[in-house]
């Protein structure tokens, strides 16, 4: 019988396979950053395609915890220490953005399905004003907050200090410290791998 650990993998792998061609879509290859890198020289767990990447970091290498904030489109004050103690997850996007689009649903049904788990979702809106944001939410469902970045580029700057953040849609699970546990470029393009990536921390030792 597979371990639970091998099967995690399994999903992951399998998942960025199967991501990897609906994402020929016409979405830019990003070039490999040092994580990638580091996964090539088995150095990292790590699963990579050209457009989509996902790394989780173990928890013996983490950064150090990302404090951040800001307003959300709906005018209320964030604050990370909120969550903290909490598994979070930080979505980077903004309405124009096509793969953006496409993720949204997915997002949302996996925020529902670990509500239940005390898990967090807070959105990163780079580009957009309040308005644009929730008229994104209300067409796309969308029912976490999302932090209005655009003018200020602060909760941005404070995640670029400790892991890539490249072309949106980019998503971060955020452990119970407050420290980066994985990343995903790209869009997240179903429920399987963010779900699994999301238990993987929930089931970490505080």
């Not at 830019?28 to 890198?37: F, G, I, L």
């Not at 949302?108 to 809106?125: L, M, S, T, Y």
């Not at 955020?174 to 997240?188: L, S």
Request: overall charge negative.
């Amino acid at each position: 019988m597979s371990s639970p650990v091998r099967s995690r993998r399994d999903v992951l792998r399998i998942g960025a396979a199967a991501l990897a061609g609906a994402l020929a879509v016409g979405l830019s290859a990003c070039a490999p950053d040092p994580a990638t890198e580091a996964y090539l020289n088995g150095d990292q767990k790590a699963y990579t395609t050209d457009d989509f990447r996902v790394l989780e970091i173990p928890a013996s290498e983490r950064g150090e915890p990302v404090a951040f904030g800001g307003t959300t489109e709906n005018g209320e004050a964030f604050s990370s220490d909120a969550v903290r103690g909490r598994v979070a997850v930080v979505n980077f996007w903004y309405a124009g953005c096509g793969p953006c689009r496409i993720e949204a649903k997915d997002l949302e049904a996996v925020w529902q399905k670990h509500r239940p788990d005390d898990v967090a979702f807070i959105g990163v809106n780079i580009y957009d004003q309040a308005d644009t944001a929730k008229a994104f939410a209300e067409k796309y469902g969308i029912t976490y907050p999302s932090l209005m970045d655009a003018d200020t580029g602060e909760a941005k700057l404070a995640f670029a200090k400790v892991t890539p953040i490249q072309a949106p849609p980019t998503t971060l699970v955020i452990d119970k410290q407050g420290r980066v546990a994985a990343r995903i470029i790209g869009p997240i393009d179903g429920t399987s791998i963010l779900s699994t990536l999301i238990k993987d921390v929930l089931e970490e030792k505080a």
